[in-house]
Nanobody, 124 residues
Framework: QVQLVESGGGLVQAGGSLRLSCTAS????????MGWFRQPPGKERESVAAISWSGDSTSYPDFVKGRFTISRDNAKNTVYLQMNSLKPEDTADYYC?????????????????WGQGTQVTVYS
């Protein structure tokens, strides 16, 4: 049974940082493109980061570029999302996901497995 478990969410003041972790079980992480997505209250799910199998290629939307960094440790079957300079508009439920694809992708429909999410709240 495949499981992705996120952790590290919480309440943080604007300008602060959080590091999210996503640990996988039931699959070999180095065979999957990994992504982080978020869903703000009342809005659709959106990509915030994606990383290739080896970690040598990443993708970010403009609204997080320079603030968020995705990384992976395949030996630990874990993916991370370092979030700096957080803003109130970053408030959302954050999800990690695994895609059995060769090429990096930011489309939610390309992802095969999803975690349950972790809540991030940024206050001003």
């Amino acid at each position: 049974q495949v499981q992705l478990v996120e952790s590290g969410g919480g309440l943080v003041q604007a300008g602060g940082s959080l590091r999210l972790s996503c640990t996988a079980s039931g699959l070999t992480l180095n065979r999957y493109v990994m992504g982080w997505f978020r869903q703000p209250p009342g809005k659709e799910r959106e990509s915030v980061a994606a990383i290739s199998w080896s970690g040598d290629s990443t993708s970010y939307p403009d609204f997080v570029k320079g603030r968020f960094t995705i990384s992976r440790d395949n030996a630990k079957n874990t993916v991370y999302l370092q979030m700096n300079s957080l803003k109130p508009e970053d408030t959302a439920d954050y999800y990690c996901a695994a895609a059995a694809t060769i090429f990096i992708t930011t489309r939610p429909n390309d992802y095969n497995y999803w975690g349950q999410g972790t809540q991030v709240t940024v206050y001003s």
